[in-house]
């Protein structure tokens, strides 16, 4: 059962601000895509000069895990990450609100071998992902792959909620809220694949601390309770964007040997060892905007409160 209050209806006055920006969504996913990769240039770079929070937090994030890189290389980043952090959202448009609309041509997948022989197993299947600014492009490219669901945050906003859940539908039989740990259980053992990006921080209760960057980061320990309990297989999913080709790729990458393990906190650097070094590989492509290290050990200051 859902620990989350209950909705507010769709046309509650709170959503009203929502809606709009779901209207132009609607106008932009029937955009030609060259426009809306100019578009999401244009975007990005408003919204450093104005997403005052989130570019504090974005430069902290990039201080904490670059600490060796020049201020002005970090700078440069930041405000290259805030473009592809503006494509993402735009880019979710597309399958949410022109479903019709085929972008396979657009899309590679690389390494679906490793995908079929997990499911070949009938055991299901963790793919575990990050928090990459390109997520929700790709839903149609892995609903032709085979059995896969999606784990979510449930959003307050009734029209965010209704957005990000009926968009997911479209492709996912299960579009699963990350609370709702039964059923992806259940879906595990009908041999389904959970896609469960297993790079927040959801605060103390199920994690523990494990290094991210080097930096402690509050890790979710559910990735090695769900394989345990099925003894699923478990494999990265990693997701890119070509801004030159106007692409997206996904890669599977081979299943993860003997994982879980015996000790959460080894399990939990794993994947942030695998996480962090997928990172390095593109830097500007990762969702820098959310408080990855908020939560600290005991008696450690936070980071990101000003000072």
């Known amino acids: 059962m859902s ?6 209806p769709l046309w509650h006055p709170i959503a009203w601000p929502a809606w709009c920006v779901i ?4 106008c932009i996913a029937r955009l030609p895509i060259s426009w809306i990769f100019g578009f999401g ?3 990005g770079r408003g919204l450093y000069l104005l997403a005052v929070s989130r570019r504090r937090i ?3 994030n990039l201080r904490l895990c670059f600490p060796a890189m020049q201020p002005e290389e970090r700078e440069a980043l930041l405000k290259e990450n805030f473009v592809h952090t503006a494509l993402g959202a735009l880019e979710a448009m597309l399958p949410w609100l022109n479903p019709g609309r085929d972008l396979s041509p657009l899309i590679d997948v690389v390494g679906a071998e490793h995908y079929h022989a997990a499911q070949a197993q009938n055991r299901g299947i963790l793919v575990l992902a990050a928090h990459f600014t390109v997520m929700d492009v ?4 892995l609903k032709r792959l085979g059995t896969f669901d999606v784990m979510y945050r449930y959003n307050k906003n009734p029209a965010w909620e209704w957005l990000q859940v009926t968009g997911r539908r479209r492709y996912f039989e299960g579009v699963v809220e990350r609370e ?3 059923q992806v259980l259940k879906r595990l053992k009908a041999g389904r694949a959970i896609w469960y990006a297993a790079d927040q921080d959801y605060g103390r209760r199920h994690s523990v601390f494990a290094p991210f960057f080097g930096v402690p980061a509050a890790t979710i320990v559910a990735a090695s309770r769900f394989a345990r309990m ?3 297989p478990v494999l990265f999913m990693t997701t890119a964007r070509d801004l030159e080709r106007r692409r997206w790729s996904i890669t599977f990458h081979q299943p993860v040997e003997d994982f879980p393990g015996v000790d959460e906190v080894a399990d939990a650097s794993r994947v942030n060892a695998e996480i962090e070094s997928f990172v390095r590989e593109r830097p500007a492509q990762y969702l820098w905007i959310h408080r990855r290290f908020k939560t600290r050990p005991e008696g450690e200051r936070g980071f990101y409160t000003k000072r």
């Open 3 to 8: 620990r989350h209050a209950p909705l507010k």
């Open 23 to 26: 209207a132009l969504g609607w």
């Open 41 to 43: 240039h244009i975007l």
């Open 58 to 60: 974005a430069r902290t």
């Open 138 to 141: 790709i839903s149609a490219s």
């Open 180 to 182: 709702e740990t039964r």
């Open 230 to 232: 099925n003894d699923s």
